[in-house]
């Protein structure tokens, strides 16, 4: 994904500078190559089972959302990409919600710094809030190495159609989420799905 910027979760919380980002792509480039270890993701074909504390302090499962096609997405408070889609993330949970499109974030983060940031830029779907339960949830997506944000889509059955490590941008969402329709009315199979979304 060019331009985007890899955040860590560790350095985050010591204070230390990430040891390796993904670097922008020069401009006679359209594509960069991905540092060595950075943004590996296993194929995980069915979304995890997790639990979460949400804004009020109410522990939530995800699978209250059961029956949506899910985006969930792992942010953190002083993760700038992450900050920078929230708007895009809140436009597409207004415009999709009748499609049964669920958009859940989830913040790896200090709560009360999760919570000050909300205050300041309220979001219009649910968030959950943990520190390694959230890491651990993000595992179960298949991501080998923490960086943010991180974003899992999966169609209305659960099942995992793509990962991203990075922004997303309206063109590549709008994309999926035709691609999960497709998946619902039975024109293809999530397998099919997976295919079309990584090309």
């Known amino acids: 994904i060019a331009g985007v910027s890899t955040y860590l979760y560790n350095a985050a919380k010591t204070g230390t500078e990430p040891a390796a980002q993904v670097a922008p ?4 480039q359209t594509q960069i190559t991905p540092a060595p270890n950075l943004n590996k993701v296993k194929s995980v074909l069915t979304r995890p089972e997790f639990s979460l504390a949400d804004t009020a302090g109410v522990m939530r499962s995800i ?16 993760c700038a990409p992450c900050r920078r889609e929230m708007p895009l993330l809140k436009a597409l949970q207004t415009e999709y919600a009748d499609a049964d499109v669920q958009i859940i974030g989830v913040a790896v983060d200090l709560r009360e710094d999760v919570l000050g940031y909300l205050e300041q830029a309220p979001v219009n779907y649910p ?10 949830a993000a595992e179960g997506f298949g991501v080998e190495f ?7 889509f999966t169609d209305h059955n659960g099942n995992v159609l793509h990962v991203q490590i990075g922004e997303v941008h309206r063109p590549q969402a709008e994309l999926i989420f035709n691609t999960v329709a497709r998946v619902r009315t039975g024109e293809i199979d999530p397998a099919m799905a997976r295919r079309l979304i990584a090309h």
């Open 146 to 152: 923490m960086a943010m944000p991180f974003t899992a």
């Open 127 to 136: 968030v959950m809030i943990g520190d390694q339960d959230a890491i651990d």
């Open 25 to 28: 792509a020069p401009a006679t």
């Open 63 to 78: 699978s209250e959302w059961d029956g949506k096609a899910m985006v969930v997405n792992f942010w953190a408070t002083w």
